[in-house]
């Protein structure tokens, strides 16, 4: 393997789980992706923040994980809030109608005070 494909970590700011995630997000690194997910999602955060600066591609099996993700925060009045996309994300967010789904926002702490407020 020719190094690490995505990194991902978890920050504590104001409150609040941000899941930093750095590299390509596709059927290979899905499974790393989604653990991660779930693990900010099993400390009882009902909002996921996403900080996806650093991801340069994600295909369907990362959508999926979103997906995933989002049908489990839905019924408890959770959201999926992602951060920073690239535009060839936002792009696919946009032509799938995923960003009627997923909201997306430029900055953290926008991310953060609309998980606050919902």
């Keep these: 393997m020719e190094g690490i494909r995505l990194e991902t970590e978890v920050k504590e ?7 930093d995630v750095a590299g390509e997000i596709d059927v290979y690194t899905a499974p790393q992706f989604k653990d991660a997910v779930n693990n900010v999602l099993a400390s009882g955060q009902k909002h996921l923040i996403i900080n996806m600066e650093n991801v340069s591609y994600m295909d369907s099996s990362g959508f999926g994980a979103l997906l995933s993700a989002t049908k489990r925060l839905r019924p408890q009045g959770g959201t999926v809030n992602l951060v920073k ?12 109608r995923l960003n ?10 926008e991310a953060i005070e609309a998980g606050k407020n919902a």
């Design 85 to 96: 996309c690239s535009g060839a994300i936002d792009r696919i967010l946009r032509i799938t």
């Design 100 to 109: 009627t789904v997923f909201a997306t926002f430029e900055s953290i702490p």
């Design 13 to 19: 700011m104001d409150g609040m789980q941000v899941l």
